[in-house]
């Protein structure tokens, strides 16, 4: 899936990235780097638990004891409160055979303004044959004029599971801002013994508040997300999963939701009015293909 919103017009040439990297003789700005990675061992007795942790500048993990659940929870922190244009930071979560992990994040992730340059975000997950991993941040808020090149990488082995969500709020919505000018892209690539799966590409660029009134767009909504869905099902039991999914959503009248399943994989695309809107449809669908297990409690409190 290739998606792009993007200038009309050269009037939106100040975008973030597009730019020089200030005036001559200005000090460069300090930027903030962080590298986080955490790998998960099955304890001979069926549990999960914790194998390597590792973590450098702003990029800090904490594993919070688990109630209620079979996962192992890793929590993802962004120390520097937010990204902004020359910020670096990669994470990396692998799971062992027989464990079942899930990644998610403190808070919403923040992308400021920038002056120049964009944010790069790099994610890199591995699942082993038999393994599950959860990859379930919490939403990423684009302020306007924000930059921003985001990538998940993924690697799974035989049968193992992963399931990922990625959220967008796109501006301040509390305090009527709107995105004029943008610079953002995502990309996923999902590989299964060696093979790729799945491939997307996302851009929103310009002024994506304009752009998106669109029906064809974002019908003027403002918040958005992507579920991916991949396990050893057969298209039956997929098929399944499906339709049990788009029966969870009919309530949310502010959510448009499309479900569907097609070469062993799930994905569901969501728009909505608002990020509360997002996130009360996005709990269900989560729980749906987590098979009742809780949420992350850092979501809920």
Known sequence: MYATISPSDASASGLPGTSSDGAAGRAPAQRTTG??????????????????LYQQGCAKIRLPRVYGGSAAEA?????????????????????ATGTYAVITTQACEKIYKADSGVARVSNHVTVADGARLDWLPQETILYDRAGLYRSLDVHLAGNARFMAVESLLLGRLAMGEALRSLAFRDSWHIHRDGRLIHAEAQRLEGDVARIGL??????????????????????????????RGRALMQPFADCTVGLSSFNGKILARLTATNGMALRAALIPLISHFRTGEPLPRVWTT
């Open 75 to 95: 929590v993802l922190i962004n120390s520097s409160g937010g990204l902004t244009g020359g910020d670096i930071v990669s994470w990396q979560a692998d799971a």
């Open 35 to 52: 590298a986080g990675r955490v790998s998960f061992k099955e304890d001979g007795a069926g549990n999960t638990r914790l194998d390597r």
């Open 214 to 243: 669109a029906d064809a767009v974002l019908s003027g909504h403002l918040a958005l997300a992507t579920l991916c869905y991949t396990g050893p099902e057969d298209s039956d039991a997929m098929d399944a999963l499906v339709d």
